[in-house]
C-alpha cells in the first residue's frame, strides 16, 4: 500500500487554523499573548530579512527568530545544500561508522576556532551547555559552575541551573548547586573560587537579556583566576557567535582571551536543522573519552546528523564567502550610531548599546512632568511596558518585527539578520524616530494601547 501525503494540500487545506491548533495542543498561553499585543499576523513566505503576509506586504525582520537566521531565511546556498544531501541518500547515523560531513564541519568551525581542537555535535544551544557543564565538572573533579547575574544558557535543567533569571527557575528546584556572580565582578570570582570547589565559569560575552557586554579586560582576568584554581572558562556564544558582533565570536573583541570550551548553535543552522556545538580543548576531550569503554559516555541520537552537518557547512562557506562578519561589523555599527545620536533629541531613549547587529535600545524615566506621570504609571503596573509600547506600533505601522530583551526589561534588542545592509537601516531608524516622535508628543494611539497593556498586566497579577 502506497502513502498518500501531501504537504501542500494539507497547509492550504488547514493553515488557517494555525493559532486554534496551537491553543487547543501546544502552549495556549502563546496565542493569547500574540493576540493580546496584535502579533497575531498570518505570515505566508520570508526570504532574507523580509516576511511576507496574505496581503502581499513586507515585514522587516529586526529579530531573526531570536538569532538563529543569521543568513536570512530560505538563503539559496543552504537551501542547495539541504536539496543535495537529501538526493544523495547518505548512509546516516549507522552509529557504526564514521560519516565525512561532520569531520568537516568540525575541521572548517575549528578553523575559525584558535586554540581549540575538537567539537561535539549536538542539537541546540542548551544540549551545547549541557555538554560544557558535564566536561567541565568530569575534568575538573568538581561540582559547581558559576554563572552571570542575569544571564540566558538554556532552559533545560543543567543550563537552567546556570540562569541567571529566577523567572525561568522558579517551580523548577532543585536544581544543580550553582552560583551567580555579577558580570564583570571579579571580586566576587575570586571568592567563590577560593572555596576550592568550581569546576567552571560560564559567561556570554555580551548577555541576551539586556545587552550588557562583559568590561574591558574582564574575561581575560577571569580566565587567568580561574586558571590558578584550576578550573574552566566556557563562552556561550549560541547567540553571539557566527559574526553577530562583528567578530567571528564575540571573546575576540578581547586580547588574550582563549576559552577552555566554547558553546555554538542558533545560526549554525541555516534556519533549517537544529544543530548545537561544544568546542573545547584536546585535553578535555581525551580525559572524557580516556578509553574505549567510554565512547558513548556522551552522545545525542541525532548529532552530527547529515542534514545539520550539511547545513552547518553551507552556512559557514556563505559566512567566508560573503563577507559576513565584516557587513555585521559595519552595518551595526551603522545602525548602532544612528540611533546612539537619537539619545540627545528624546528624552525616554536612555542608552543605545552593543556590538555588531546585536543592539540594545534603553528606555528610561524622562524628565518632564507630562511623560513622567505616564512612566511612572506604566511602572507602576508592570516593568517593561513602555519597551512594548515602541514594538506593537513598530509592527503594526511600519511593518517592522522586533521584541523586547527580557522580562520585566525596558530594552528593545536588534539581533537582525547578518545580511542587512543601508536599506533596512534607513527603514528601521525612520520608523523607530517616527515612533518616538508619537510618544514624545504625549498622545496618540500608542499611550492608547499602553492603557490596553497596564489592564492586562493588572489583570494578570
Not at 555535535?121 to 567541565?136: H, I, M, P, W, Y
Not at 556563505?318 to 551595526?332: K, Y
Request: aromatic share 8%; with cysteine.
Amino acid at each position: 500500500m502506497t502513502t498518500e501525503f501531501d504537504l501542500g494540500r494539507l497547509l492550504a487545506e488547514r493553515g488557517a487554523e494555525r493559532y486554534e491548533l496551537h491553543s487547543k495542543y501546544l502552549n495556549h498561553q502563546l496565542p493569547r499573548m500574540l493576540h493580546t499585543i496584535g502579533f497575531d499576523k498570518v505570515y505566508e513566505r520570508a526570504e532574507g530579512a523580509y516576511f511576507w503576509d496574505a496581503d502581499g506586504d513586507d515585514h522587516l525582520d529586526m529579530l531573526a527568530g531570536f538569532g538563529v537566521m543569521g543568513l536570512g531565511r530560505h538563503h539559496p546556498v543552504v537551501r542547495k545544500a539541504l536539496h543535495d544531501v537529501l538526493d544523495a541518500q547518505l548512509a546516516d547515523l549507522t552509529r557504526f561508522d564514521c560519516q565525512p560531513l561532520p569531520g568537516l564541519l568540525a575541521e572548517k568551525l575549528l578553523a575559525h576556532s584558535p586554540h581549540l581542537d575538537r567539537v561535539f555535535f549536538g542539537n541546540s544551544g542548551t544540549e551545547a551547555v549541557e555538554t560544557a557543564l558535564k566536561f567541565a565538572r568530569f575534568v575538573t573533579g568538581k561540582p559547581r559552575i558559576l554563572y552571570c547575574d542575569h544571564a540566558f544558557h538554556g532552559l533545560t535543567t543543567g543550563s537552567l541551573s546556570v540562569n541567571g533569571e529566577s523567572g525561568f527557575r522558579d517551580g523548577f528546584a532543585p536544581l544543580l548547586p550553582d552560583t551567580a556572580v555579577p558580570l564583570g565582578d571579579l571580586d566576587a570570582l575570586a571568592r567563590e573560587l577560593k572555596k576550592g570547589d568550581v569546576a567552571a565559569l560560564i559567561v556570554e560575552p555580551i548577555q541576551g537579556k539586556g545587552v550588557h557586554e562583559a568590561p574591558p579586560g574582564y574575561l581575560r582576568a577571569a580566565q587567568e583566576l580561574l586558571h590558578q584554581h584550576k578550573a574552566l572558562l566556557i563562552a556561550d556564544e549560541v547567540q553571539t557567535g557566527l559574526g553577530r558582533t562583528g567578530d567571528f565570536y564575540a571573546y575576540q573583541h578581547e586580547d588574550g582571551v582563549e576559552p577552555d570550551l566554547v558553546c555554538v548553535a542558533k545560526a549554525l543552522s541555516g534556519g533549517y536543522v537544529p544543530v548545537g556545538a561544544t568546542l573545547g580543548k584536546d585535553w578535555i576531550f581525551k580525559k572524557v573519552y580516556s578509553s574505549m569503554d567510554r565512547v558513548l559516555v556522551h552522545s545525542a541520537s541525532f548529532g552530527s546528523n547529515a542534514q545539520a552537518m550539511a547545513a552547518g557547512l553551507a552556512v559557514l562557506s556563505v559566512i567566508e564567502d560573503e563577507q559576513i562578519v565584516a557587513n555585521a561589523r559595519a552595518t551595526g555599527e551603522q545602525l548602532r550610531s544612528r540611533l546612539a545620536a537619537l539619545t540627545d533629541k528624546y528624552e525616554l531613549l536612555a542608552d543605545v548599546r552593543g556590538r555588531g547587529l546585536m543592539i540594545g535600545i534603553e528606555f528610561g524615566r524622562p524628565d518632564s512632568l507630562k511623560l513622567r506621570s505616564r512612566w511612572t504609571m506604566l511602572q507602576a503596573a508592570r516593568k517593561g511596558l513602555f519597551a512594548q509600547m515602541v514594538v506593537v506600533p513598530l509592527l503594526r505601522r511600519h511593518r517592522i518585527l522586533t521584541q523586547v530583551s527580557g522580562d520585566h526589561l525596558e530594552v528593545i534588542k536588534l539581533i537582525p539578520p547578518l545580511i542587512i545592509g543601508e536599506r533596512e537601516v534607513d527603514r528601521f531608524v525612520d520608523a523607530f524616530t517616527d515612533v518616538m516622535d508619537d510618544a514624545h508628543s504625549g498622545g496618540g494611539l500608542m499611550w492608547d494601547f499602553g492603557k490596553t497593556l497596564i489592564k492586562q498586566a493588572v489583570a494578570n497579577r
